[in-house]
């Protein structure tokens, strides 16, 4: 609402709105299942998403998608954009995760209807994974 109102400071609660990095792939997800997500099950959800980020975009080499309750936990092995895990200088990146993570975060609110936000993110170099904790903000 904010946004459409080409308001990108908010004043209560304190904050800024951005666009999410990852908004352009959860467009080619939504493309690639030929349907909106909203109102998805996230059962499905979890399901679907891995064999089209994986086969379809080839955005990862693996990718595992399991949640519980309003906890959600991905696994990506060798995800296109891990190597912004590894720079020093991309704070951002710890926080809104990378383009996948990103997508992957829109793609949960989108089909809850509710605020995700990321809780802790890890990247490996021995194994090439990169694993995300999601929470769902309970209204």
């Given at each position: 609402?904010?946004?459409?109102?080409?308001k990108?400071?908010?004043?209560?609660?304190?904050?800024?709105?951005?666009?999410?990095?990852?908004?352009?792939?959860?467009?080619?997800i939504e493309?690639?299942m030929?349907?909106?997500?909203?109102?998805?099950?996230?059962?499905?959800?979890?399901?679907?998403?891995?064999?089209?980020i994986t086969?379809?975009?080839?955005?990862?080499?693996?990718?595992?998608?399991?949640?519980?309750g309003?906890?959600?936990?991905?696994?990506?092995?060798?995800?296109?954009?891990?190597?912004?895990?590894?720079?020093?200088?991309?704070?951002?990146?710890?926080?809104l995760?990378?383009?996948?993570?990103?997508?992957?975060?829109c793609?949960?609110?989108?089909?809850?209807?509710?605020i995700?936000?990321?809780?802790?993110?890890?990247?490996?170099?021995?194994?090439?994974?990169?694993?995300?904790?999601?929470?769902?903000?309970?209204?």
């Open positions: 609402e904010e946004i459409a109102r080409r990108f400071l908010l004043e209560n609660p304190r904050g800024i709105c951005i666009s999410p990095p990852g908004l352009g792939i959860l467009d080619q493309k690639e030929g349907k909106d997500l909203s109102g998805i099950q996230l059962s499905d959800l979890s399901e679907t998403l891995p064999p089209i086969e379809n975009l080839q955005l990862a080499k693996e990718i595992e998608v399991r949640s519980e309003s906890r959600i936990h991905v696994s990506m092995i060798n995800p296109a954009y891990r190597s912004l895990y590894t720079s020093e200088d991309l704070k951002s990146v710890r926080f995760g990378c383009p996948i993570a990103s997508a992957i975060a793609a949960i609110a989108k089909s809850t209807g509710k995700v936000f990321i809780q802790k993110i890890e990247a490996s170099q021995e194994d090439q994974a990169v694993k995300v904790w999601y929470r769902i903000m309970e209204t």
